[in-house]
Every structure is written in C-alpha cells, then in structure tokens.
C-alpha cells in the first residue's frame, strides 16, 4: 500500500466567500462499513456520498496513485445535484467545467453542420425549468477535484491494493467500481465475464499502426496523417470502446456486493452519460444504505439496484440512437432539419434527483420486494415500458436498414 496526499484547493481570504468552503453537513453514523473497490469518478463520489450519509469507507485502488490521465466528458445536470451537498466541489464545478460547441463533419473535411453551442433538450412545457448550462470536464481535473475532496473530508490519504498474500478485508458491503473488466463478474452473474479487452487510459499505440489503419478509410485526408506524425512517442492512447449488454443483476444473491458505473453498465461515447449515471449511482446507493440501516444492508443494495438498473438501461439505448443519427443522417435531411444530428438530451435525464428519488421511493420498492409485486420506475422517459434487449439486436437493426425505435416520449 503506497500512500498518496491529494492537492488541496487553497481557501480564499476573503471573508464573504466562506460559505463557498463550509463544511458538508453529515448525517448521523450508521455504523454500516463499506469497502468501494476501485478509485475512478464514480468510486470517489461513491466514497464522498457514503462519508455524507454517515457510513465508514475504505478505497482500495489497484493503482500506486491517482490516474490523471483521460479524455473529456459530460457531466449532466441531475449528478451536478450532488454538488449542492459540497459548496466546494459547487464552486469548483462551476470553474472548471468548459461549455460545449459541437459541430459536424464528415471524415474529408467537409461541413456538414457548422459549430453551435450544445444545450438541453427542453420539451415545450418545461422551456423555463431547463439547466442553462452543460457541464464539460477534463477528466483529470474533474478527478483530481473530486480526490482533494475525499482527502479533505475523509482523510483518506492512502491508496491501497490488495496483494497476492490472501489477505481478507471485510465489510458491510462491498463496491465494485473496478470498470468493465470487474473482478465482482463471477460473484455476482454467477459465471465469467469472457471480455477479452483491456480497459485503461494506459494503452497506448504507435503511430504507424495508426496510419496503417488511416490507410484503409477511402477519403481519408493527408491533412489528419501530418496531424497524427505530430503526436509524441507513447502519446496516442488505445481507448477500445467495451460493451456489455444491459444486465438487472448488479448485485450478488446475498446482497452484500454490488456493482456500481462501468462495471454495472457500460456505455459508448454518444450516450453522453457514462460519468452521469456512475455519479447517480453513488448518490442512490449511499442513500439507500442510510434508509436501510445496518441490518438491512442486502435489502437496501437490492432497492438501488432496482431504482437504477430502467434508467440506466434507457441511458444505454439512447446513446445507440443518438450515434444511427450521426451515422446514418445524410446532409440533405440535415439541411431540411437541422435537428436532425441533435444528440438527445430530454428533460427525463436532467430532471432526474437520483437522492430524493431514493428517499421517495424506498419504502415502496422494499415493500414490492418482499411481497413480490412489480415495482414501476417512474425515473425513465414517461410512456416507455422496460424490456430486455441487446447490443446484436440494435446493431441487426442497423445492417437491414431498420431504424432503433424508442417508445415512449424521450423528448
């Protein structure tokens, strides 16, 4: 176990923005311990929310350190809730969050609908209550952020891995925010996850595998290949974009481990919720732990996992419908319409309180579960009714030609 002192964000002189740095409020202990495999995004918020709502946390990292490396990504307005609880990580949100513009090309260069500002999708009811703003991170700063926090709250300023001794650590619950390459697969499937893919922002690749693969795109710009010979030795990462089908087993037959974020659902670029829905996570399961108790900690993790597993799936399917449209829309639809290519961001995601819907509706998915009624999520676009479906299904669609069919009202 090596140990690590995250940087402190410095506190301003100035008496009237004091506030800006008080304090989280935390909630009475309960006693529950929680032991969170894995320190990314939605393991620290994990560790941050479960510290608030009065559990004991451990971390434990397979890492020596911090990760700071990675890639942008959006971070929606219903995990940003969260920060409401932590004036600092507020402020701080607010500072180093970029505002998105997205624009279109096609792979030669040539435009197919010009830079503009991104923003929410409103639904015509609701065009006073949308978000004025989307949040865009830097992935390191966005981490190193929320891991000054964790240091500061919860003075967890070691890192730990477990080591090939057979060592045990025990725990009320354990979290498995270990990516989609989770060790948890077998614990909580009951068989082994067969994926083959490496995920890490370590895996980097030479250029000239890079322009072996340019080589085969027809139109490919001699432009992009400059672009690319620019780029330093080790400085290309080989991101693989990983898939799991959505699964409603998050959470082993005892209860006492659960998945949480990638490891629990995975989710391609053009979702734009991967970060989102590992932060709605964490605030659900830390919250369900409290209104559960101590001794009711398998039932508690079984109630997030039944809050959570619709919408996240719908998060899932959406970004498949979201990428068809960039894929498939020519730009004559676009000029008829320029929405065409809008990736959808309907008001059922940003309106979303992940904390208060636990608090809401706890006693009522626990009472289904006992009793054996079906419990209906009201957290997933209004109208739409949850079915199983997979990654071979929406791409099937795709090779005949089929549009993905979202029912409901997704905005």
Same mark, same amino acid.
């Given at each position: 176990m090596s140990s $690590?002192?995250? %940087?402190?964000?410095?506190?301003?002189? #100035?008496t009237s923005q004091d506030h800006l740095f008080a304090e989280p409020k935390r909630c009475s202990l309960t006693g529950i311990s929680v032991l969170i495999v894995g320190g990314g995004v939605g393991g620290i918020m994990t560790a941050l929310e479960c510290w608030r709502q009065g559990h004991e946390?451990? *971390? *434990?990292?397979?890492?020596?350190?911090?990760?700071?490396?990675? =890639? +942008? +990504?959006?971070?929606? +307005? /219903? &995990?940003v809730k969260a920060f409401r609880n932590w004036p600092q990580l507020a402020k701080l949100n607010e500072e180093l969050a970029y505002d998105p513009w997205m624009a279109f090309y096609k792979h030669t260069g040539e435009v197919v609908i010009p830079p503009g500002p991104m923003n929410w999708d409103a639904g015509a009811p609701e065009e006073k209550n949308r978000p004025q703003r989307i949040y865009r991170h830097h992935r390191p700063k966005f981490y190193r952020m929320l891991l000054a926090q964790l240091e500061k709250n919860t003075r967890a300023g070691k890192w730990g891995v477990v080591l090939d001794d057979r060592s045990k650590i025990e725990a009320d619950v354990v979290v498995a925010a270990d990516g989609v390459g989770t060790k948890s697969f077998s614990l909580v499937a009951g068989r082994k996850d067969?994926? *083959? &893919?490496? %995920?890490?922002? $370590?895996?980097?690749?030479?250029? %000239? =595998?890079?322009?072996?693969?340019t080589a085969q795109v027809p139109g490919w710009p001699e432009i992009m290949n400059r672009t690319i010979r620019t780029?330093?030795? #080790?400085g290309i990462i080989d991101w693989k974009l990983m898939w799991r089908d959505p699964q409603?087993?998050? &959470? /082993?037959?005892?209860g006492r481990v659960v998945q949480l974020g990638d490891a629990a $659902?995975? +989710?391609?670029?053009s979702s734009g919720?991967?970060?989102?829905q590992a932060i709605e996570d964490a605030l659900s399961l830390a919250t369900c732990l409290r209104l559960g108790g101590k001794d009711h900690v398998p039932t508690a993790v079984k109630v997030h996992v039944k809050l959570r597993y619709d919408r996240a799936s719908c998060c899932q399917k959406l970004g498949f419908a979201n990428q068809e449209s960039y894929h498939s829309v020519g730009k004559a639809a676009v000029a008829g319409n320029p929405n065409a290519l809008k990736?959808?961001?309907? /008001?059922?995601?940003?309106?979303? #309180?992940? %904390?208060?819907?636990?608090?809401e509706s706890y006693e009522k998915v626990a009472g289904c579960l006992k009793t054996g009624h079906e419990w209906m999520n009201t957290n997933i676009p209004p109208g739409y009714v949850p079915r199983p479906w997979s990654i071979d299904e929406l791409i099937l669609l795709q090779e005949e030609g089929k549009p993905i069919v979202l029912e409901g009202n997704w905005d």
């Open positions: $690590h002192i995250a %940087e402190q964000q410095a506190r301003t002189n #100035d946390v451990r *971390l *434990l990292e397979r890492n020596s350190g911090p990760v700071g490396t990675g =890639d +942008f +990504f959006t971070v929606g +307005f /219903s &995990a067969d994926g *083959l &893919a490496t %995920e890490s922002w $370590h895996n980097s690749t030479k250029i %000239e =595998d890079v322009l072996k693969y780029a330093p030795e #080790d409603p087993q998050w &959470a /082993s037959p005892g $659902h995975t +989710f391609i670029p919720n991967g970060a989102t990736p959808r961001y309907g /008001s059922w995601i940003w309106k979303h #309180d992940p %904390e208060q819907y636990a608090i």
